[in-house]
């Protein structure tokens, strides 16, 4: 492997300049400002300490952003993963117990170990090549989600807000109805100090986007705090941070059971991560006109979440307000989230001191305020119109992610994703094109009747053939005498594809109608010759663009006369166009019979010589020399 391949950042550092340093440093000093108490509130949404939150903000973004792909992603601790953290630590028990009711010191062990699990899930997933797995989510689930999660976060910070004592409850719908009835007994200070924490940060995002509104917000909530002693008006505070470097940490000594019970929270994160990270990736590099490796960003995200976990972190992944911010703020390189993540020790330090007067019930209000961002009112919009697939997919990763588990919820919208996935790709769009289609233009200007053209998009499957035969059994008003089959749009063919093609030709050999291929992919045109189909129907009747296909077409029935009960060539030449193989495609595919063919691959079971009758129509014959058809009543479609 390449040193580029082992370490990309090296190419960055290879070409950087004076103006890169300060563009990526002035970016850094805007991001970090946000970054660590959006960190802080993140780890309160955990439930864990704070300060778990800030030391995902060094180490690990570091990582990140040296051994990713793109050059403006800030990683870190995100709302949906910390929601993620939050469900494990209530549901998942170890040893008979609960992780969310063990001590701080074992709990976290356990936190650290998911970090470890999921940084190797997604460093391996990267070393497979896997980053492309984007794709397969459907932007229905996503949104869904991320509104879902939006409304989890506002629904358990409502406790904290409110200021209500006693065990929170989990779940959605518990937390509202604790909220409900919790009303008679609501702290007005740190109601008040949540709603005050909401207004100054609006009212500090009016003077400018790089302003840390959330920062200055929280110093002067914080100020006031100390100045009026909230703490002993039952308002919680955050207190002392124990310690200001990350500690190195080690997770729990894993025996088989603790891996299992945190396995699936690790997927999990490594899955939800993934999705954002990559889709973030993607979107910065569409905007910036970068090259966006999915794969190598996974090896990056991957490594951050290991060094969370042995530097005490909570896992985390892409974050796309501060990566917008990066961008913004002017930043050039990578090194702009290096220095953010530099930036946030020293800044620790200085707001070591006023973290400990920091209202619990002001992070609460900047969590609300996120989750309200969170909503994409535009986004859900368009599911909803779109299509009823759309809308399902909506509700059920809607519902599931209020009603279940986050993770549960996670493998459900993943799950639908996949299913339609595998729906869409079974189900090509297998359309008949009529009088006036652009691509009919290609073709001769007088058709001959008859001929009837159909195009298959996408990939071809058995549920491809299946809708092709349906259209061509419906009733038309002009019979069909000649299908011309356009392939040029299939990028993807199998052999379980080849098959149901033979099948789908045999099938209108028997009802009388040639079928003329139109197959421009040079891969399809491959799979097809290795299934021996191409050789089976011969030159004369595969093309590779549609106006070629359309002149085979109308050469094919315009050469034959039919009098008497004979079918004979006519004496009038009809200019066929190039062919693939031959100088004249109409003269090898059509002598006295209307075409012949080598032999049959295996799979097909009946002859391919045909005949022309008095109608036109093609008849079977098991005579390699036919002799010119008698005329018999032309085939009636019939519904097989």
């Known amino acids: 492997m390449r040193a580029a391949g082992l370490f990309p950042f090296l190419e960055t550092l290879r070409n950087y300049t004076a103006q890169d340093f300060k563009a990526d440093m002035t970016a850094a000093l805007t991001v970090t400002p946000m970054a660590v108490p959006q960190a802080m509130a993140y780890a309160i949404i955990a439930?864990?300490?704070?300060?778990?939150?800030?030391?995902?903000?060094?180490?690990?973004?570091?990582?990140?952003a040296l051994w990713g792909s793109s050059r403006f992603m800030a990683a870190g601790p995100t709302n949906a993963i910390s929601m993620i953290i939050f469900s494990t630590l209530a549901t998942v028990s170890v040893g008979g117990e609960l992780i969310i009711n063990m001590p701080e010191e074992s709990r976290m062990a356990y936190i650290f170990g998911m970090a470890l699990l999921c940084g190797l899930m997604q460093v391996g997933m990267g070393l497979a090549r896997m980053g492309d797995l984007v794709n397969f989510i459907s932007h229905s689930v996503m949104v869904a989600f991320t509104a879902g999660a939006a409304l989890l976060i506002a629904a358990g910070q409502l406790h904290t807000a409110m200021g209500l004592t006693g065990p929170k409850p989990s779940g959605f719908f518990s937390q509202i109805f604790g909220a409900l009835h919790g009303l008679p007994f609501v702290n007005y200070w740190s109601l008040g100090v949540a709603l005050a924490t909401i207004l100054l940060t609006v009212s500090f995002k009016n003077i400018s986007r790089r302003f840390p509104a959330s920062l200055a917000a929280l110093g002067v909530v914080t100020l006031f705090a100390a100045?009026?002693?909230?703490?002993?008006?039952g308002v919680p505070l955050v207190g002392v941070i124990p310690s200001v470097v990350?500690?190195?940490?080690?997770p729990p000594s894993f025996s088989l059971d603790a891996v299992r019970d945190l396995f699936m929270p690790a997927l999990a994160?490594?899955?939800?991560?993934?999705?954002?990270?990559?889709?973030?990736?993607?979107?910065?590099?569409?905007?910036?006109?970068?090259?966006?490796?999915?794969?190598?960003?996974?090896i990056g995200q991957g490594l951050g979440n290991i060094a969370a976990g042995l530097t005490s972190g909570i896992p985390g992944c892409g974050s796309f307000t501060r990566s917008a911010l990066v961008v913004t703020s002017g930043g050039k390189t990578r090194m702009g989230t290096v220095f953010s993540g530099i930036l946030t020790l020293p800044l620790l330090f200085a707001l070591a001191p006023l973290i400990s007067w920091l209202p619990l019930p002001a992070l609460s209000g900047i969590l609300l305020l996120i989750s309200f961002r969170m909503i994409d009112i535009e986004a859900i919009r368009l599911c909803?119109?779109?299509?009823?697939?759309?809308?399902?997919?909506?509700?059920?990763?809607?519902?599931?992610?209020?009603?279940?588990?986050?993770?549960?919820?996670?493998?459900?919208?993943?799950?639908?994703?996949?299913?339609?996935?595998?729906?869409?790709?079974?189900h090509p769009r297998v359309n008949r094109l009529h009088k006036g289609d652009p691509m009919l233009r290609e073709g001769p200007a007088e058709l001959p009747q008859g001929i009837t053209v159909y195009m298959i998009e996408g990939t071809l499957f058995f549920g491809a053939i299946h809708e092709l035969e349906r259209l061509l059994y419906e009733e038309d008003s002009e019979p069909t005498k000649l299908v011309v089959l356009h392939l040029s749009r299939v990028f993807w063919i199998d052999a379980s594809g080849a098959h149901a093609l033979a099948q789908f030709i045999e099938r209108c050999y028997a009802r009388s109608l040639p079928v003329i291929l139109v197959v421009g992919s040079p891969s399809v045109r491959t799979i097809l010759r290795r299934t021996g189909l191409l050789e089976y129907l011969s030159n004369g009747f595969v093309a590779e663009t549609t106006g070629e296909g359309l002149r085979l077409a109308a050469a094919m029935l315009n050469r034959f006369v039919c009098r008497d009960g004979q079918c004979v060539v006519a004496d009038t030449s009809v200019e066929a166009g190039p062919a693939t193989g031959t100088a004249n495609p109409a003269d090898s595919a059509i002598a006295a019979t209307a075409a012949t063919a080598g032999s049959a691959p295996d799979y097909m079971t009946q002859s391919a010589r045909v005949a022309l009758d008095a109608h036109g129509n093609v008849q079977p014959s098991e005579s390699a020399h036919a002799e010119p058809a008698t005329a018999t009543p032309r085939a009636t479609k019939e519904r097989p």
């Open 269 to 298: 994160i490594a899955m939800l991560g993934t999705v954002e990270s990559l889709a973030i990736g993607k979107q910065l590099a569409s905007i910036k006109g970068d090259v966006f490796d999915g794969s190598q960003e996974l």
């Open 246 to 250: 990350p500690p190195f940490s080690l």
């Open 47 to 64: 439930g864990v300490h704070p300060q778990y939150g800030i030391y995902a903000c060094m180490l690990p973004v570091v990582l990140a």
């Open 384 to 426: 909803v119109v779109a299509t009823s697939i759309d809308r399902a997919v909506l509700l059920i990763t809607f519902l599931s992610t209020l009603l279940f588990d986050l993770e549960k919820a996670i493998f459900i919208g993943v799950l639908l994703s996949l299913t339609l996935f595998i729906y869409k790709t079974a």
């Open 227 to 233: 100045l009026f002693g909230l703490g002993e008006r």
